[in-house]
């Protein structure tokens, strides 16, 4: 039985947190690149678009994180692709950031006035005029406080990623306990890592909440 320290168990925990805010880091702006795609797609063509939107959604959001990394990280391997944790991590991360941002972004374009398309529209503007404009300045100030909101959701998710050996805090957490015996202490270390990360995003979503209304 190994037995730690309070000074070992927090430099294993920092080390790993290093992970999960590169982690987090990582799946939150790839899927920011990729959700105004998805977005634009969704509101090119508006029978397609909600078609796609509704199955992407659904399927995204419809099935756990946890199944979406074992299907990543053992379907691959058998087309003869080996990405790894970080890759698996990464990929099914970002999907899933993507599947919930591209919701929060399309409620805010909605929640613009169906007036104003059709205004555009009498004034010549083309599609991506209207949303240069007109649309998105109105959409991203009501979208910015649930997108940071979303990160926090996120930060939380790595967590599952410990199940294929990606080594971020839940993952050290759970080395340590296993070999120390005291899962309490190590367990409860780790939600004291993941409140420090996420604490400041919560507060920061309110406020921004607060200001923009």
Same mark, same amino acid.
């Given at each position: 039985m190994a037995d730690f320290s309070s000074w070992d168990v927090l430099r294993n925990l920092l080390f790993a947190m290093k992970w999960t805010v590169l982690l987090s880091v990582i799946s939150f702006f790839g899927a920011?690149?990729?959700?105004?795609?998805?977005?634009?797609?969704?509101?090119?063509?508006?029978?397609?678009?909600?078609?796609? /939107?509704?199955?992407?959604?659904?399927?995204?959001?419809?099935?756990?994180?946890?199944?979406?990394? /074992?299907?990543? /990280?053992?379907?691959?391997?058998?087309?003869?692709?080996?990405?790894?944790?970080?890759?698996?991590?990464?990929?099914?991360?970002?999907?899933?950031?993507?599947?919930?941002?591209?919701?929060?972004?399309?409620?805010?374009?909605?929640?613009?006035?169906?007036?104003?398309?059709?205004?555009?529209?009498?004034?010549? /503007?083309?599609?991506?005029?209207?949303?240069?404009?007109?649309?998105?300045p109105q959409s991203i100030r009501p979208a910015i406080p649930t997108t940071v909101g979303f990160s926090v959701q996120l930060i939380k998710s790595t967590a599952l990623t410990s199940i294929i050996g990606f080594e971020e805090i839940t993952r050290a957490a759970v080395v340590m306990a296993n070999a120390s015996y005291s899962p309490f202490k190590m367990y409860a270390y780790a939600a004291l890592g993941y409140f420090l990360?996420?604490?400041?995003?919560?507060l920061l979503s309110r406020r921004l909440e607060e200001k923009f209304q």
């Open positions: 920011a690149l990729l959700t105004p795609a998805l977005l634009l797609l969704c509101l090119g063509n508006r029978k397609k678009g909600r078609i796609f /939107f509704a199955m992407y959604i659904e399927f995204v959001q419809g099935t756990p994180v946890l199944m979406q990394l /074992f299907l990543v /990280f053992f379907a691959l391997p058998l087309a003869g692709i080996d990405i790894g944790p970080w890759g698996t991590a990464s990929i099914c991360l970002i999907l899933y950031a993507s599947a919930y941002l591209l919701e929060i972004w399309k409620t805010a374009v909605d929640a613009v006035p169906q007036g104003q398309w059709e205004a555009c529209r009498v004034l010549g /503007f083309s599609f991506f005029q209207t949303l240069r404009h007109v649309i998105l990360l996420c604490f400041p995003l919560s």
